[in-house]
């Protein structure tokens, strides 16, 4: 079993910063990719960030310079430091991480719960 906790949300004017925060317990054999997604009222989800073991990224065109997700192996523990807000990224934050509970298993997909991200005008 595992679980995914995510974090750091809440509501920010527009050029605020906010960090959010998002760790993998229980049965973990390994991690492979962590990343952010995201999900505007009316919307669907949709890629933020993503970032691989060896700790290659990629970005949303709608993010990047602004974003910044980094991961912590030891931890478990994936962040996403999130710089210049605009009000187009309010949305609910979800963390997603790509884990094998047993050595001869395969990898699956968990998600967390979200972090509702409110900015501002």
């Known amino acids: 079993q595992v679980q995914l906790v995510d974090s750091g949300g809440g509501l920010v004017q527009a050029g605020g910063s906010l960090r959010l925060s998002c760790a993998a317990s229980?049965?973990?054999?390994?991690?492979?990719?962590m990343g952010w997604y995201r999900q505007a009222p009316g919307k669907q989800r949709e890629l933020v960030a993503t970032?691989?073991?060896?700790?290659?990224?990629n970005y949303a065109d709608s993010v990047k310079g602004r974003f910044t997700i980094s991961r912590d192996n030891a931890k478990n523990t994936v962040y996403l430091q999130m710089n210049t807000l605009k009000p187009e990224d309010t949305a609910v934050y979800y963390c997603?991480?790509?884990?094998?509970?047993?050595?001869?298993?395969?990898?699956?997909?968990?998600w967390g719960k979200g972090t509702l991200v409110t900015v501002s005008s």
């Open positions: 997603n991480a790509e884990v094998r509970t047993t050595l001869a298993g395969l990898p699956i997909h968990y």
């Open positions: 229980g049965i973990i054999f390994s991690i492979n990719a």
């Open positions: 970032i691989t073991t060896g700790g290659n990224t």
